[in-house]
């Protein structure tokens, strides 16, 4: 209102002046002067007929001057309120009257707010002639304020639906904005809005100490830290706190936003696998302590059963040498039967306790590929003979001659795939192959180092369970062959070391095939 005051202040003013102008310069002048106003203005007289009007007011009215002028204001405009009425008879009174974003409904039916004043003007002799209304349409400004207010609230309803905390600092890093969490944690029911960030986060009458909000005024980027906040006696958080830098179209921090997120849970959870994770190693490094213990027990054990057992077979086979009966003979020969089967336990033994102790690596030589196969079925030629199996080998022609892998594990994992099948096999054949699967690479070919046999078989439920360690297919026939199921377990291991794999086919009374697939690289 203060504007429409300057404006009627000026025309008074003017007023002064008419003593030195004829009347019909001055009605003049003063037609002007309302007419080209910014604001809506009219002059009445007494009787409330329109003297003169701007053509701002013609313009918000949606009247003609040629309609207004001269004419009283209630024909004018006949729906005129009793409110506006009485606001008119009180300034003909002498009364000054202000209205302050007063909604108005045009004739178009559209709805405007406006700033008005309503008095009286004078007349020479002091004699009220009439009033003059002011009018300053403010619509423009009242909805971009209530579109402003909305966005405001549209935005706190946002971050109060987050629920981690968000606050809005100033550059004094005093409190702007806060959600809903932030007022749950810090208010204790006291407004936040206006209070410095570290007396209510941190409690303190300074700044604190490595605060991200200072380091992200300074560094113009997000900055983060872990802070630990006393919210009461009984409740400590652990709040991971992200500043964030609000910059203007000068690249000028204006202000911060601060979003915390309370970790208190997930570092209990951290401190809890920690605490968990210690104990295992505890635990394991005791069960590792255990297991090497046991090994050495057990390949001690190994060793000091190993040599009686060599001696025993030893003097017995040399008792076979001398002469005997048929009875004496037969009992001897079980007797080296049952050596050389306690001497293979305790091989078997001894390699499984190696490898638990991890003794095993991998060493690449260079290797005649048939040479090998060929001490594989030396090795259990005689033992097949007496049984009657022939034990044959057959090296594929796409496989070279000299190859470069670990060879011992090699010739162990064969010695254990051939002893099982010459054990298991009562007639028929045993025999031994390597094929060429694919070439890995120019220097690396994938092998198959096959092992069929015509033997007992291995039941179809069995399959899966056959190089576990101890396992044996349970079975009274199966259990005559002896044995403590450690062959085959030892042949995995081994071939998961050399990064191979073994697969297996079988039907009972068919026989079996085991197929051990490898790489190796070709020596050149």
Not at 16 to 35: A, D, G, L
Not at 57 to 63: A, C, E, H, W
Request: negative net charge; contains cysteine.
């Amino acid at each position: 209102m203060k504007k429409l005051s300057i404006k009627q202040n000026h025309l008074w003013k003017l007023k002064k002046q008419k003593s030195i102008m004829s009347n019909n310069e001055w009605n003049h002048m003063m037609q002007e002067i309302i007419r080209h106003d910014p604001n809506a203005i009219s002059v009445f007289d007494k009787n409330l007929i329109h003297l003169f009007v701007s053509d701002r007011f013609l313009k918000d009215y949606g009247v003609e001057e040629k309609e207004v002028i001269g004419r009283h204001h209630y024909e004018v405009f006949p729906d005129i309120p009793e409110q506006w009425r009485a606001v008119h008879q009180k300034a003909l009174a002498g009364e000054v009257l202000t209205g302050h974003e007063n909604k108005y409904i045009r004739k178009s039916g559209k709805i405007d707010y406006t700033n008005w004043e309503c008095r009286p003007w004078y007349k020479k002799n002091g004699d009220i002639g009439g009033i003059v209304i002011y009018t300053e349409v403010v619509t423009e400004w009242v909805v971009v304020r209530e579109r402003i207010r909305e966005r405001e609230l549209f935005l706190q309803s946002i971050i109060d639906a987050i629920q981690d905390g968000i606050s809005v600092l100033d550059m004094d890093l005093s409190i702007i904005r806060a959600n809903e969490t932030i007022k749950k944690w810090y208010s204790r029911n006291t407004p936040l809005e206006g209070k410095k960030c570290y007396h209510v986060y941190c409690n303190t009458e300074a700044g604190c100490g490595n605060c991200s909000v200072v380091k992200a005024i300074n560094s113009r980027k997000l900055e983060m830290h872990e802070v630990t906040h006393k919210m009461d006696p009984n409740d400590i958080k652990v709040i991971e706190q992200y500043a964030y830098p609000i910059l203007d179209d000068e690249r000028k921090v204006v202000a911060v936003v601060q979003y915390m997120r309370d970790i208190t849970k997930q570092k209990e959870s951290e401190e809890r696998l920690h605490k968990i994770n210690e104990q295992l190693i505890l635990a394991k490094e005791a069960v590792e302590t255990v297991t090497v213990a046991k090994s050495q027990f057990l390949a001690n054990m190994s060793h000091e059963l190993r040599t009686p057992i060599n001696g025993l077979m030893g003097m017995t086979q040399l008792l076979l040498e001398t002469e005997l009966d048929k009875e004496q003979k037969e009992y001897l020969e079980l007797s080296v039967k049952a050596c050389q089967s306690l001497a293979h336990v305790v091989q078997e033994i001894l390699e499984y306790t190696n490898l638990g102790t991890k003794k095993h690596f991998v060493e690449e030589t260079t290797f005649i590929s048939s040479e090998l196969l060929e001490e594989v079925v030396e090795l259990y030629k005689i033992t097949a003979i007496h049984k009657g199996v022939s034990v044959t080998m057959e090296v594929d022609d796409a496989v070279p001659i000299r190859l470069k892998g670990d060879y011992y594990k090699l010739k162990q994992i064969l010695n254990n795939l051939t002893g099982n099948a010459v054990k298991f096999t009562n007639e028929g054949s045993v025999h031994l192959s390597v094929t060429v699967k694919e070439k890995v690479n120019p220097s690396t070919l994938r092998l198959n180092w096959n092992i069929k046999d015509t033997g007992i078989g291995i039941p179809p439920d069995k399959l899966g369970d056959i190089f576990e360690q101890f396992h044996q297919v349970e079975d009274s026939h199966t259990r005559a062959y002896g044995g403590v199921g450690l062959g085959l377990s030892i042949s995995k291991e081994l071939s998961d070391l050399m990064g191979g794999s073994i697969k297996v086919f079988s039907q009972p009374g068919e026989g079996s095939l085991f197929i051990f697939e490898c790489d190796m690289r070709v020596d050149d």
